[in-house]
Each structure stands twice: as C-alpha cells, then as structure tokens.
C-alpha cells in the first residue's frame, strides 16, 4: 500500500488519532509528550502512530497534511494541529470537549450497528 493510502486510511479508520513520536506511555520527545498527556487527560480512547517507527509515514505526512512538525492530532479526519494548540485549547477546555463529544458520537455509532 502507498503511504498517503495508509495515511488516509488510518486517519478514516480512527476518528481520533495522533500521530507522534514514541508512543502515549513512552513518548520520545518533549511535545509529543505534552500533547500525549493532554489526550490521555481527556478520559477517551484515542489511536496513535509511533513515526519513529513508521520512517514512511514520518516523511510523507507533513507533506500531506500542509503541517511541518509532529505531533499531529486528527479527529474525524481533520487535522486539529500540533502541539502548541493542542495545550492552548486543553487549557481552554476545547479540547475535552472536542474529544469527548467524538468518542461519544461513535461509540453512539457502535452501538446502532449492532
């Protein structure tokens, strides 16, 4: 598979997810650390991609997603931003609210299509 069709997939499949270095429980660098804890704060699951691991995706995502730098979180297929405004809306509160009303809305999905 390409990478931007592996990218696109993973981002359809999830409706959150955060692209990073290292993973939730071992980040590997100081923002994606911070935007990690945010998330983790936020009381809902999320997917997450190690790029450290994934050397392709590293590469081709800033190009794809017109954003330099990681982390990246993605929810519902929208790119939301790195770390600096992941902190500016958790500290507002945005972004709990944001993520909990996903989580919500698909575990609603989950449920109907049973």
């Known amino acids: 598979m390409e990478t931007i069709e592996k990218i696109k ?3 359809s499949e999830n409706p959150i997810i955060l692209y990073m270095k ?3 429980k071992l980040p590997s660098c100081g923002f994606s650390s911070q935007a990690a804890q945010a998330m ?3 009381g809902e699951p999320f997917a997450y991609v190690d790029i450290l691991q994934n050397p392709d995706i590293r590469a ?3 190009a794809y997603a017109n954003w330099p730098t990681f982390p ?4 519902e ?3 939301v931003g790195g770390c600096d405004i992941l902190m500016e809306m ?3 509160g945005e972004l709990q609210t944001l993520i909990k009303e996903t989580a919500s809305k698909y575990k609603d ?6």
Do not use: D, H, T
């Open 9 to 11: 997939q993973q981002i």
């Open 22 to 24: 290292g993973s939730p």
């Open 40 to 42: 983790m704060s936020c």
């Open 60 to 62: 081709e995502l800033p």
């Open 72 to 75: 990246q979180l993605w929810v």
């Open 77 to 79: 297929g929208e790119l």
């Open 90 to 92: 958790f500290q507002r």
């Open 109 to 114: 999905e989950e449920a109907n299509a049973e």
